[in-house]
């Protein structure tokens, strides 16, 4: 089960772009499992709330559809949770405060995303590389056993934290946002994979999610779809969105400050061939 | 010269109070040599841009003045910046987006904070306890050829940054916002201190920084500044607010899901009675 | 396959003791793939030079064996290479040099260990919970050219390390030195596994892993896996040795001035009851 | 007052070579206070016992005297305690075990400062960029209340530490490894300097110490100063000795698999020039 993390296409006067990112969706549709909107591909944390509520309002994605949240305060969390879920969002993706990390207790914790969960079906969000904070897997079984928070998408890349879930927290839903090593999240009980690559890739990534699921493996197919995961994982959005330009999709430009192109789109360029080559392109 | 890094009281409903802050500011004026609003310690992340907004409309603080400005968009911080300079901010203190560090070259921080200097003058905000980044010294160095980027808040505690700034960038200046390296940090070549610990008790720290501009130090004082700024740093705004409220100042509480109370303040409790005792306190 | 890194037991004035090495090499022979000696759990870096070849001298352990290196110069290693080389160690495993670890290029990693490829087959050895360094892929990929590299054993846990190897080593002989990730490194190529815990349930390990390359898990069994291992992790060998120890195995204690015991026994002492009940241990 | 950290000459075949040593200290003894032998910068940690015993015996040095113990265990320790103790070594300079880090409580490193303060006076070394650990200044301060543990060597860089000493361990005297920080840890209580640089120009960094102790900065020579340590710090000894060779002075190259020569070269060949110039150099 392959989900996107969509990108958000932003205008070279760095304005959001909400006709071409439903221009995108439209293609991703039939190659995928859903969506997530305003993830950290989709660059939610450069936006207004004003923003972010024009671009769910300008765009309808089929089911089921996650929303990313990522505030520090549950104030400010809560007032884009109840746009969303006033938008149709289906589950919102929340990614823990982390500016004051040295002062969230496991109470905090709780507060935060059991406040959020009064307003719909919560799933929690572990992505140190954008956060640069531990989400202590003892907090996530703890979360875990609210009603409404349902699921996790784990970008770490750490398959320990995916066994602790599965003996730990056996009803939490586990997808994975670690595109590099999906063979490694099928064995160790995710059940999907949320993903930026997603955007680029889907059909590929679906193949060997689906193959470590049944206990195969096409080491060819694996080491294709980790050397571009690898290789989106360093060059991040601004690669993918220069990637997804060159294959004439809707993804406009990343928004400033960050740059417009990549320091390694020479190595993005070749696999791109080799990727159309092989027709896993999207 | 001593400025402290002024809190952002909330009332229990988690609404900033202007009123409040106005109050603090006028029981600080007469000890402090300026203000800063907004910043991290002012748990301006917290904020929604109308909340920012209202803040800055609703209090009046004797020069000069600084306002925090810290987003993942140059488009975001030049919505903060231009509704800060319109209620007369002389200085926007910028700390560097941080979600997206890896893809941010030297040109993309030259990019934004030349973006806000269009709109004032800008002081660089470094502070990795918070940030989780690294803000490389030659970055900062070249940022300060720039005609209104004229002064650097350095909270990292690092003297060798701080001897870079001097050797390298002899023009910029630069305060530092560690309240544990005092001491250091004028003997660095720091003209003043901007500090989380100045809502609290700026006579001290004003005394231990001119004692070492001047050469001089005096132990007791010395280890007294050091154990007040540790304690606080170990506890955040958390503890700093529990403190002022214990002296009945109008801190209010920290923004949910900050907790209102800290584990530290029996720690607290004892120290605040011994620079009571001293009369060190605001 | 799985290989235990077998602890060195120390008697209580810190005397190495091969006589009870040999015991427990001899209790572990049945249920066991090969043996290390002398590498991290064998608290090899305590040793001085004689003490290492007296331990070599004294025992006997059916092959595979490796014998661990961890020296700080190319001088020091091959010295301890050859002392093993000379008591018939088949393989050494082979940590980088780290203590200078920024001035290591990748020239300076060939040198090491195509200098110790000199004197017999060389596995790489990657454990940063103990070195504190990174050991690029790319420096790997490299040294796995050379005919008498021929294996590594990788205890990062990290997944995308072990697809990298897969992609652009795929002659290289993988075994995982991560208990806690056993099912993610079968998907992702591991021949086998080294570890702590191969010390105390060995089947256990053996069975959750050959499930895994089977494409079947039990998650029950594969939680109980996961437990353990954290524990032992967590606790490291002072609490392996406390918990072997517990069960009449010859461990010894560790070498001042680690402890003799580990504030996790509790935990340990719950788990090695499960452990025994279902017919695991040793 | 600023002591040279030694490095240690070995020649083109890998050996310690005490001749150049020796003329390198004699070289030195005019323009320092003191001599650390065997420290980090002296790349103890590649040598042998042997080599170890050979080098402290052929050598004499005009005291004070520190020679350096950076063992894992407190037996390997105490051999080597013990034989420098016999060559007259005044203080021993000893680094925590660290391999180990996660085991190792306030108990652990209390045992084996006090095992090696049984065989002459220690002082504790603090060097985080080498040993990758904590080394927790509440720790320190414990140790500081043995009457044989008189002295540390910082060289983390970090003020707030020698605040904490100051506060804390009154009696602790204090030297700092730091050099592109002298200027405040003199501001912070430290009574001398034990230094890499001080092998290349001690007089300068003397000059720039006194200075800063008697309250006074000497702008341009501080910047001096702090430019050579930054550049040493990056480089490391591979530089050091590099610089130290090309002044005609009997360093030797670093032991293998550490390089002969470094990318920095170009940047120590200008700044040599200019120190020669101004006369500083040895």
Chains 1, 2, 3, 4 share one sequence.
Do not use: C
Not at 264 to 281: F, N
């Amino acid at each position: 089960m392959i989900v996107p993390a969509l990108i958000t296409p932003f205008d070279t006067a760095g304005r959001p772009d909400a006709g071409a990112l439903q221009a995108l969706i439209d293609r991703l549709a039939p190659q995928v499992d859903g969506f997530l909107l305003l993830g950290s591909t989709g660059e939610a944390v450069t936006l207004a709330p004003d923003e972010r509520a024009a671009l769910l309002a300008g765009v309808r994605a089929p089911g089921p559809v996650w929303v990313g949240i990522g505030d520090e305060s549950l104030a400010l969390a809560r007032r884009h949770a109840e746009a969303a879920v006033a938008q149709g969002a289906e589950r919102l993706l929340a990614m823990p405060p982390r500016f004051f990390d040295r002062a969230l207790d496991p109470r905090a914790f709780q507060v935060y995303f059991e406040g959020l969960a009064e307003l719909g079906e919560v799933w929690l969000y572990h992505v140190p590389v954008f956060t640069k904070m531990s989400f202590p897997v003892e907090v996530v079984v703890e979360l875990a056993r609210h009603p409404r928070i349902n699921g996790i998408k784990d970008s770490s890349g750490e398959m320990a934290r995916l066994e602790h879930y599965r003996r730990f927290a056996p009803g939490l839903r586990v997808f994975t946002g670690s595109g590099t090593t999906l063979p490694a999240a099928a064995a160790s009980g995710a059940e999907g994979a949320i993903l930026a690559v997603g955007n680029l890739a889907p059909r590929l990534f679906a193949r060997v999610f689906s193959d470590a699921r049944a206990g195969r493996a096409d080491a060819r197919l694996a080491g294709l779809a980790y050397e571009t995961a690898a290789l989106v994982g360093r060059g991040g959005v601004v690669l993918l969105k220069q990637m997804l330009r060159h294959l004439g999709l809707p993804a406009g430009v990343p928004r400033a400050p960050l740059p417009e192109t990549s320091p390694l789109w020479p190595e993005a360029e070749a696999l791109l061939a080799r990727l159309q080559e092989e027709g896993w392109l999207l």
